[in-house]
């Protein structure tokens, strides 16, 4: 099936409220456990010192799920999309888990005008992590030129997204079972996400292609993809 780009960033605030009410709380908890072998199996262990960063936040669920983890570190979300981040922000403040939540702060600009010596970023990023972000990105060079400035030797990436189906007919399929969980707003989002998604081949391809092999590229069962490890 051939690759249909979607707008980046999520901006309506009817999209931005149907995200947020969805409840996406077993991937999340998949992928923060997911980080944390692969952390364990390198042997890292997260403290003061260490700054996470959650490209792509969208409302935060991921950006609080690693704040709450990793207590002792410094979390920061960032987003292009004001409506995501002021959601964020919303939920931050009316969370059960506050006192859990100050290590975590949020800022709203594209990632493709974010560089490592922005003003934004006190230290070296320990842990750069996204979900279900790389589809929304047109060009993938922009994705692996935003994580490319954003790394030191010292930076653990790990991003996982959408593969893209085989075929129409699986995509219309999986919209839906979509459909009988969740609203008209996120089905037709999701499904739009699908044909945005890229495959394991053009990821990988594209590691090879340009000096990124130091980074995997994993197939995560039939609908995810991973790349993680060191830029
Ligand atoms: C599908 S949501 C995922 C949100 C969150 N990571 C999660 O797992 O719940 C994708 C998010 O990426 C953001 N996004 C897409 N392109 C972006 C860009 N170029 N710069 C910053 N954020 C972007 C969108 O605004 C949206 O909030």
């Not at 560089?115 to 842990?127: A, M, Q, V, Y």
């Not at 609203?183 to 044909?195: I, M, Q, R």
Request: hydrophobic share 35%; with cysteine.
């Amino acid at each position: 099936m051939e690759r249909i780009p979607e707008p980046e960033l999520m901006e309506e605030k009817e999209q931005v409220i149907s995200y947020d009410e969805a409840d996406f709380s077993e991937g999340e908890f998949n992928l923060i456990n997911q980080i944390n072998h692969y952390l364990l199996r390198k042997n890292i262990s997260l403290s003061e010192k260490d700054l996470i960063v959650d490209l792509g936040c969208g409302p935060g669920n991921i950006s609080e799920k690693l704040a709450i983890k990793w207590p002792n570190t410094e979390v920061i979300g960032i987003d292009g999309s004001k409506e995501m981040i002021l959601r964020a922000e919303y939920k931050k403040n009316i969370s059960n888990n506050q006192k859990k939540l100050k290590n975590l702060r949020y800022i709203c600009s594209d990632i493709k005008d974010i560089r490592s010596d922005n003003f934004l970023f006190t230290k070296e990023i320990s842990l750069l992590v996204s979900n279900s972000l790389i589809h929304h990105i047109t060009y993938l060079e922009d994705f692996f030129n935003t994580i490319k400035s954003l790394s030191s030797n010292i930076t653990v990436n790990f991003h996982k997204d959408l593969k893209r189906p085989l075929n129409e007919k699986s995509a219309f399929e999986l919209k839906v079972q979509c459909s009988k969980k969740y609203n008209e707003t996120l089905t037709n989002d999701y499904y739009a996400s699908l044909k945005a998604s890229y495959t394991f081949k053009e990821l990988k391809n594209f590691t090879l292609e340009n000096n990124l092999s130091s980074l995997e590229v994993f197939e995560d069962g039939d609908k995810y993809l991973i790349v993680y490890g060191n830029v």
